[in-house]
């Protein structure tokens, strides 16, 4: 059985995906799992709290991606990965709740975790077209994912990857 607190980030996280982000209550999630407001507000004091716990996992993935690469490709392959295993929760809770990346500490590390993937794929003393292309490659990972959630996991990561090869031949 889920904790209470697991059990308020999976009703979030489907009410959320349903009716989106801004136009979900905290009343409502206490009342998909029978709990009052204030039971609800125990676990997580405002609703941008819902939306952190839930993003977390998804950044602490991301880190930790970037931090195990020693190499170009392994950030591009690494990133790539942990898109395609938070897919669902990318596509059902950002990209069709773009208002939730106002929250403050969820974008500002997700866009640190991005920055740091396009330095170590352009790598040292890049100019700027090679800034430019590893920005590209680090950005052409997402949006197929979230597009094609649904989709084989394997065969949407192939079609990434040789996507990306087109900026880089030498990815796996």
């Not at 009052?36 to 991606?65: C, G, M, N, Q, R």
């Not at 094609?148 to 087109?166: F, N, S, W």
Request: no cysteine; charged share 30%.
């Amino acid at each position: 059985m889920l904790s209470t607190r697991a059990q308020i980030l999976d009703a979030a996280r489907r009410l959320f995906a349903q009716q989106g982000y801004q136009q979900t209550s905290i009343r409502e999630i206490a009342e998909r799992l029978g709990l009052t407001k204030t039971a609800v507000l125990y676990h997580f004091p405002a609703k941008a709290d819902i939306f952190t716990a839930l993003a977390e996992p998804f950044l602490v993935d991301f880190k930790s991606a970037l931090e195990r690469a020693r190499t170009r490709e392994e950030v591009v392959v690494n990133t790539l990965d942990v898109w395609l295993k938070h897919r669902n929760l990318l596509r059902d809770n950002v990209m069709h709740n773009l208002a939730v990346l106002s929250q403050e500490s969820v974008i500002r590390r997700f866009t640190e975790l991005m920055f740091e993937a396009n330095r170590r794929v352009a790598g040292p003393d890049a100019d700027l077209p090679e800034r430019i292309r590893a920005a590209q490659v680090i950005a052409m990972l997402s949006d197929p994912v979230i597009a094609h959630a649904d989709e084989p996991v394997e065969r949407v990561r192939e079609e990434v990857l040789r996507g990306a090869r087109l900026l880089y031949p030498d990815l796996p």
